[in-house]
Nanobody, 122 residues
């Protein structure tokens, strides 16, 4: 079982930055897990943001490429999502998830955090 807890969300003006954290606990080899970030805006489906594998290789969605960056700290069992140049359309609840391979579908991940709200004002 894996528990994931996101933090770092909040209200920011357009053009600003936020860094989200996702701390993992439980009986898992965190360093071997693929960690993904998703987001869900009201009335919309959960959307893939990006993911990072055990080697530190990342895969980002086109909508955030060049603005967001994922990193991980295996010693502290934490994955980060650095978000820069934020836009109002980035407003959503952001979730981290753990899986075994990089997938863009939420169905490809086994464990999920509770989410953290990010609101970008114009």
């Amino acid at each position: 079982q894996v528990q994931l807890v996101e933090s770092g969300g909040g209200l920011v003006q357009a053009g600003g930055s936020l860094r989200l954290s996702c701390a993992a606990s439980g009986r898992t080899t965190f360093s071997s897990r693929v960690m993904g970030w998703f987001r869900q805006a009201p009335g919309k489906e959960r959307e893939f943001v990006g993911a990072i594998n055990r080697y530190g290789n990342t895969y980002d969605s086109d909508s955030v490429k060049g603005r967001f960056a994922i990193s991980r700290d295996n010693a502290n069992r934490t994955v980060y999502l650095q978000m820069n140049s934020l836009k109002p359309e980035d407003t959503a609840v952001y979730y981290c998830a753990a899986g075994d391979s990089i997938r863009t579908s939420p169905a490809g991940y086994d464990y999920w955090g509770q989410g953290t709200q990010v609101t970008v004002s114009s």
